[in-house]
Nanobody, 124 residues
Framework: QVQLVESGGGLAQAGGSLRLSCAAS????????MGWFRQAPGKEREFAAA????????DYTDSVKGRFIISRDIARNTVYPQMNSLKPEDTAVYYC?????????????????WGQGTQVTVSS
């Protein structure tokens, strides 16, 4: 069993930055592929960024490429999406997810575990 706890959400102005974190607990949490998804009001939850267990394979959705940077501290079992050049359309609840059986977690259906979500609001 793995538990995921997100933190770091809040309010930012357009062009600003926020750093989220997702702490994973569990005996084998460090071996899980981790993904970040987001859900804006009235929209489906969508993929944002993913990182493999070793932290050396990364993927982003096109809308955040060049602005978001995802990293992983294996020793702390924590994943950090650094969100830069924020836009109002980045406003959403951001969810951390994990999967133990795939290399990169890029689709909702592949997630075995979900965090509770953290709100990010970007004002124009």
């Amino acid at each position: 069993q793995v538990q995921l706890v997100e933190s770091g959400g809040g309010l930012a102005q357009a062009g600003g930055s926020l750093r989220l974190s997702c702490a994973a607990s569990g005996r084998t949490a460090s071996t899980y592929a981790m993904g970040w998804f987001r859900q804006a009001p009235g929209k489906e939850r969508e993929f944002a960024a993913a990182i493999n267990w070793g932290g050396n394979v990364i993927d982003y959705t096109d809308s955040v490429k060049g602005r978001f940077i995802i990293s992983r501290d294996i020793a702390r079992n924590t994943v950090y999406p650094q969100m830069n050049s924020l836009k109002p359309e980045d406003t959403a609840v951001y969810y951390c997810a994990a999967n133990s059986r795939i290399g990169l977690l890029r689709t909702k259906r592949d997630a075995n575990y979900w965090g509770q979500g953290t709100q990010v609001t970007v004002s124009s």
